[in-house]
């Protein structure tokens, strides 16, 4: 499935959060999707869309109900996102040991009796 | 939902030494900031309820620009525990808003930072910094994504 939008732009939109929330739970067939919502169910059939071109909803047909599935390793992305973080410290500490190899380096030349 | 990130590091260095990496601006200097970009202030007020102000400054090719926190030291136990608070700010030291510095709205505010040292022995130091920041929504799906990918092992809703 090609993915045509960014999985940050699919969940920025609170609707389409809770409806990862529902399917987080079990997959679940349109109706039954809108019937938690007070908008229409073109609006939630548009939010379903934009949630399948992200990769984040397959859609698996059952006789004549078509399911709604959730496909949550995008998300993964997200996570990748919040691990930059990570990376700024992992960073930092490699700097802070290199630091320390020089501290004792200066140490040991002005100090050979300690 | 918090998300904590948490790195550590041994070092063969004692634990006055390592401590000092943190205290002493000239040390700070020498550490704080990504890979490429240099830390031209650390103007350092080391106890509870004094503010540290750090900068750092991209490289030419990102314009050179300068980025400032505040950290503001919650509490110190010495040579075992730093907590503090980051925050973004100005020149000045004055708390900014991610959003003011052209940063998503959900880059972390207040950020609680840990930093504890422990002797391990043999002239080793333990080092580790615990993030506690809120991504807001982000750290929240980030976890879904995982679950999901552990869940593809066979449980069955």
Not at chain 2, 91 to 104: D, I, R, W
Request: aromatic share 8%.
């Amino acid at each position: 499935m090609e993915i045509r939008r960014d999985v940050f732009q699919a969940i920025a939109d609170p609707t389409r959060r809770e409806i990862i929330h529902l399917l987080s739970r079990q997959s679940l067939n349109l109706n039954a999707i809108a019937d938690n919502f007070q908008v229409s169910r073109q609006a939630i059939s548009l939010h379903i869309k934009i949630l399948v071109e992200c990769g984040l909803i397959v859609i698996r047909k059952q006789g004549r109900e078509r399911y709604c599935e959730p496909h949550f390793e995008p998300l993964n992305q997200v996570a990748d996102w919040v691990d930059q973080y990570k990376n700024f410290w992992e960073g930092r500490l490699d700097k802070i040991g290199l630091l320390l190899q020089e501290m004792q380096k200066k140490g040991q030349k002005g100090n050979k009796d300690n | 939902m918090e998300k904590v990130v948490q790195v550590t590091r041994v070092y063969p260095a004692t634990i006055a030494q390592v401590w000092a990496t943190w205290t002493e601006p000239e040390l700070i200097k020498r550490w704080w900031g990504p890979a490429l970009f240099t830390c031209p202030q650390a103007r350092i007020d080391f106890r509870e309820g004094g503010v540290s102000l750090v900068a750092m400054q991209a490289p030419e090719q990102m314009g050179n620009v300068v980025f400032y926190s505040i950290w503001e030291y919650k509490k110190i136990i010495p040579q075992q525990r730093i907590e503090l608070i980051q925050n973004l700010a100005d020149s000045a030291g004055n708390k900014m808003k991610p959003v003011q510095l052209n940063m998503p709205a959900d880059f972390p505010e207040d950020v609680l930072t840990v930093i504890t040292f422990k002797d391990l022995g043999n002239g080793k130091t333990e080092l580790t910094v615990t993030e506690h920041a809120d991504f807001g929504q982000m750290s929240h799906f980030a976890q879904l994504g995982l679950e999901q990918s552990l869940d593809k092992m066979g449980s069955i809703w």
